[in-house]
């Protein structure tokens, strides 16, 4: 049977992109689908939104081709500092780069820089049709093809379909794969700050009885991005207030060394809740990055967790394709399921109790959190394993993850 490309991808976020440039290298061609019309978010400026990227994302960026093009644009985060802001005492662990051997722990990123990269690699790339502004309205399986329909009344088919279509994936509805989750009853209160004191690369997660915040250095030394998680009622409270008195809110929360602060960035709110498909997986269909999973941002995992579902899914449809096998075929879908399902519901349920821990004024919880932090800054073995995690450096990474082609 003929097909419009080998692989169908409903969602040109940030995970589709990537995962169409990883499977385009190894070969296969493929269509991108993407509601936003792509003009709207590349020709954005600065805003404040950015991503914290492990070690791990940053090789499988450079296998890709795109950690050339914005190497110039990310601000290496040298140490991480965790304090608890809700316990009289507050306790702190310091991460420091210099105790693993990879560098730095991670990089940050701005989304308009990000994006723009996927945008001009996939236009380079004979193998990959982007077609932005465009709705996937439908979609059916058979025993030979995956056919969506677009809201033109347009088909496309492929022999496989991912969803990158983001949390409400209407790719999983459609197949019938159900959901589960819940609301933490949290917003995120997102901007960016420009502050007197440069932050050396620090970046400090900040334990508030209402949830965390976290400060995330940008390039230059003087900006940093923020992501302060609130109850919903006070956060929409907050996001109505004027910039000053917004600012006045948040200031008491700030650590004296960023000397004087002002906003510098758009402010965004983001509804928090943890939602995991029951299945990564069906015969022609598979789910990748927040259709599959969307974690709490308390660790800035939710863009790296889609990474290693580019790089596992990439891996096993490359793989497939060389020996001959239909990377439609459930059992070849099925090895993409069982590489990563597990790692993501370890890692969102792992947020979610973070989270439920430190959000919290329970004074035998705050003391319990007091001695957990205590105790792994004093064993430099546990230590280790700490920043090894958060720099995305687990056993079982795939090839692209590892900085290897496929
Ligand atoms: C406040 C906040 C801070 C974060 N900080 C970090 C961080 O520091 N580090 C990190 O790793 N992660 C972070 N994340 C998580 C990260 O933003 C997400 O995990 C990531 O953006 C998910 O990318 P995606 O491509 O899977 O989905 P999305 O970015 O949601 O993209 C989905 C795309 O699908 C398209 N789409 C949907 N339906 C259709 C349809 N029917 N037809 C066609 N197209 C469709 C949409 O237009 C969209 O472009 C953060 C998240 C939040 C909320």
Same mark, same amino acid.
């Given at each position: +049977?003929?097909?419009?490309?080998?692989?169908? @991808?409903?969602?040109?976020?940030?995970?589709?992109?990537?995962?169409?440039?990883?499977?385009?290298?190894?070969?296969?061609?493929?269509?991108?689908?993407?509601?936003?019309?792509?003009?709207?978010?590349?020709?954005?400026?600065?805003?404040?939104?950015?991503?914290?990227?492990?070690?791990?994302? $940053?090789?499988?960026?450079?296998? @890709?081709?795109? =950690?050339?093009?914005?190497?110039?644009?990310?601000?290496? +985060?040298? $140490?991480?500092?965790?304090?608890?802001?809700?316990?009289?005492?507050?306790? *702190?662990?310091?991460?420091?780069?210099? %105790?693993? %051997?990879?560098?730095?722990?991670?990089?940050? !990123?701005?989304? *308009?820089?990000?994006?723009?990269?996927?945008?001009?690699?996939?236009?380079?790339?004979? $193998?990959?049709?982007?077609?932005?502004?465009?709705?996937?309205?439908?979609?059916? @399986?058979?025993?030979?093809?995956?056919?969506?329909?677009?809201?033109?009344?347009?088909?496309?088919? /492929?022999?496989?379909?991912?969803?990158? &279509?983001?949390?409400?994936?209407?790719?999983?509805?459609?197949?019938?794969?159900?959901?589960?989750? =819940?609301?933490?009853?949290?917003?995120?209160?997102?901007?960016?700050?420009?502050?007197?004191?440069?932050?050396?690369?620090?970046?400090?997660?900040?334990?508030?009885?209402?949830?965390?915040?976290?400060?995330?250095?940008?390039?230059?030394?003087?900006?940093?991005?923020?992501? =302060?998680? %609130?109850? %919903?009622?006070?956060?929409?409270? @907050?996001?109505?207030?004027? #910039?000053?008195?917004?600012?006045?809110?948040?200031?008491?929360?700030?650590?004296?060394?960023?000397?004087?602060?002002? !906003?510098?960035?758009?402010?965004?709110?983001?509804?928090?809740?943890?939602? !995991?498909?029951? *299945?990564?997986?069906?015969?022609?269909? /598979?789910?990748?990055? &927040?259709?599959?999973?969307?974690?709490?941002?308390?660790?800035?995992?939710?863009?790296?967790?889609?990474?290693?579902?580019?790089?596992?899914?990439?891996?096993?449809?490359?793989?497939?394709?060389?020996?001959?096998?239909?990377?439609?075929?459930?059992?070849?879908?099925? *090895?993409?399921?069982? =590489?990563?399902?597990?790692?993501?519901?370890?890692?969102?349920?792992? +947020? #979610?109790?973070?989270?439920?821990?430190?959000?919290?004024?329970?004074?035998?919880?705050?003391?319990?959190?007091?001695?957990?932090?205590?105790?792994?800054?004093?064993?430099?073995?546990?230590?280790?394993?700490?920043?090894?995690?958060?720099?995305?450096?687990?056993?079982?990474?795939?090839?692209?993850?590892?900085?290897?082609?496929?």
């Amino acid at each position: +049977m003929e097909h419009d490309a080998d692989i169908l @991808i409903v969602g040109g976020g940030l995970n589709g992109p990537a995962l169409a440039l990883a499977l385009a290298q190894g070969g296969l061609s493929v269509t991108v689908v993407d509601a936003r019309p792509a003009p709207d978010r590349a020709e954005l400026g600065f805003d404040g939104r950015a991503y914290a990227l492990a070690i791990a994302s $940053r090789r499988l960026l450079s296998v @890709i081709g795109i =950690w050339p093009r914005v190497a110039d644009k990310v601000q290496p +985060m040298l $140490r991480i500092l965790t304090s608890d802001g809700g316990s009289r005492s507050p306790a *702190r662990l310091a991460f420091d780069s210099a %105790e693993i %051997e990879e560098g730095p722990m991670g990089f940050m !990123l701005e989304d *308009r820089h990000l994006y723009r990269a996927f945008l001009d690699a996939m236009a380079e790339n004979s $193998r990959i049709t982007l077609l932005s502004g465009e709705t996937v309205t439908g979609q059916e @399986i058979t025993p030979t093809a995956a056919t969506v329909t677009l809201r033109s009344g347009r088909q496309l088919s /492929a022999r496989l379909l991912v969803g990158c &279509d983001g949390r409400a994936s209407g790719t999983a509805a459609r197949a019938g794969i159900r959901r589960q989750g =819940w609301g933490y009853g949290q917003t995120a209160l997102v901007t960016a700050l420009w502050h007197e004191a440069d932050h050396d690369g620090t970046a400090e997660q900040i334990f508030l009885p209402a949830g965390p915040l976290a400060l995330l250095p940008l390039p230059g030394g003087h900006h940093s991005s923020i992501v =302060w998680s %609130e109850r %919903e009622a006070t956060a929409a409270a @907050i996001q109505s207030l004027d #910039d000053a008195a917004y600012l006045a809110t948040l200031r008491p929360h700030l650590p004296a060394r960023l000397g004087e602060v002002k !906003l510098a960035g758009a402010r965004f709110t983001y509804p928090l809740t943890l939602t !995991l498909a029951e *299945r990564f997986a069906a015969p022609r269909l /598979a789910l990748v990055g &927040d259709a599959a999973h969307g974690v709490h941002p308390i660790a800035g995992q939710g863009l790296n967790l889609g990474l290693r579902d580019v790089g596992a899914l990439a891996q096993v449809v490359i793989e497939a394709q060389r020996r001959g096998e239909d990377i439609g075929a459930i059992d070849v879908l099925e *090895r993409y399921q069982r =590489w990563r399902r597990f790692d993501a519901t370890t890692l969102a349920l792992g +947020m #979610d109790s973070v989270n439920r821990l430190f959000s919290n004024t329970n004074p035998i919880l705050t003391l319990g959190r007091g001695l957990g932090m205590g105790l792994v800054n004093a064993l430099p073995g546990l230590r280790r394993r700490f920043i090894r995690q958060a720099a995305g450096l687990s056993d079982d990474l795939p090839k692209l993850l590892a900085g290897q082609p496929i």
